[in-house]
């Protein structure tokens, strides 16, 4: 069966530091590419940052460019996501998938290309 795991959610100031991580069983992270998404209430979910599955491409939507970095570390089947400069605007509800359809990042995300989804970590910045 396979599960994804998102944790690292938390309360933090403006301006301050979290890192998500998004642990995978009964799959192996590293021959797909891996997104974060984040939903906040009342509004749609939305591609944050991808991670290709081996040829190191990445996207970031252009909200969180230099500030988020996207990583994965293939010997824990985890990938990761950095986050600082945290404004008010990023809390939301943070998501992890795996493209079952591109393993290389081309473009902004393609969410039905996405399966796999986990639970979510709540992340909320305070101002």
């Known amino acids: 069966q396979v599960q994804f795991v998102e944790s690292g959610g938390g309360l933090v100031q403006s301006g301050g530091s979290l890192r998500l991580s998004c642990a995978a069983s009964?799959?192996?992270?590293?021959?797909?590419?891996i997104g974060w998404f984040r939903q906040a209430p009342g509004k749609e979910r939305e591609g944050v940052s991808l991670i290709g599955a081996r040829d190191g491409s990445t996207y970031y939507a252009d909200s969180v460019k230099g500030r988020f970095t996207v990583s994965r570390d293939n010997a824990k089947n985890t990938v990761y996501l950095q986050m600082n400069s945290l404004k008010p605007e990023d809390t939301a509800v943070y998501y992890c998938?795996?493209?079952?359809?591109?393993?290389?990042?081309?473009?902004?995300?393609?969410?039905?290309?996405?399966?796999?989804w986990g639970q979510g970590t709540q992340v909320t910045v305070s101002s």
């Open positions: 998938a795996a493209n079952l359809m591109r393993t290389t990042v081309v473009g902004g995300p393609i969410l039905h290309e996405y399966s796999y």
């Open positions: 009964g799959f192996f992270t590293e021959y797909y590419q």
